[in-house]
């Protein structure tokens, strides 16, 4: 099968077109999902309602003697 050099002229903008609207796009994503691992690396959330309160600690949380009343 023969092209044409305009048609292949053609053919080839076309698909450099798409590429660079991929290339953008691709540098978007690539931007917040870095930005999205720099916040998750902070380690903690930000003082502001309702994360005010540290959590607590190893042998804070459960109940009592393991739920049993004296």
């Given at each position: 099968?023969?092209?044409?050099?305009?048609?292949?002229?053609?053919?080839?903008?076309?698909?450099?077109?798409?590429?660079?609207?991929?290339?953008?796009?691709?540098?978007?994503?690539?931007?917040?999902f870095?930005?999205?691992?720099?916040?998750?690396?902070?380690?903690?959330?930000?003082?502001?309602?309702?994360?005010?309160?540290?959590?607590?600690?190893?042998?804070?949380?459960?109940?009592?003697?393991?739920?049993?009343?004296?």
């Amino acid at each position: 099968m023969k092209i044409k050099i305009d048609e292949l002229k053609k053919m080839v903008r076309r698909v450099v077109k798409e590429a660079a609207v991929e290339g953008k796009m691709q540098k978007y994503y690539r931007k917040t999902f870095a930005k999205m691992i720099a916040t998750a690396s902070t380690g903690g959330n930000k003082n502001t309602p309702p994360f005010t309160k540290k959590a607590a600690g190893p042998g804070k949380s459960g109940p009592d003697d393991s739920g049993y009343t004296s």
